[in-house]
């Protein structure tokens, strides 16, 4: 492989990483679950017009229940706001396992 081409090929995939980067789906805060707690972390609300709520897939609630819980629908929401780098990083966890973006950090 000539340089030219490894350089083409370099290039090309941090355009790549940079495009998927800027056009990830995110949590909407202004949709936020009326049931959160105040803070950084927080789950949209199933409502949100955008059709991209929580879907009650039970991923975040299961993998860190001292975080998140679920309202009477299933629904989820932050019920306790994580404090150590480790808890936060429990929660990063279940954002990014999030199939819907529906958990955002930038409350
Ligand atoms: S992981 Fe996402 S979709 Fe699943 S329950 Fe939690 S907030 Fe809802």
Known sequence: MSK???CFFVIRTCLV???RLYYAP???PKN???KNVSGSFYCTDPDDKSGEGCIACNICYSGAPEFFAEDDSGN???KKQPLTPEEI????EQMDACPVSSIGKNG
């Open 4 to 6: 030219m081409t490894l």
């Open 17 to 19: 990483g940079a495009i």
């Open 26 to 28: 995110m949590a909407n």
């Open 32 to 34: 936020k679950h009326p």
């Open 76 to 78: 989820a929401y932050v």
């Open 89 to 92: 990083t429990l929660c990063e």
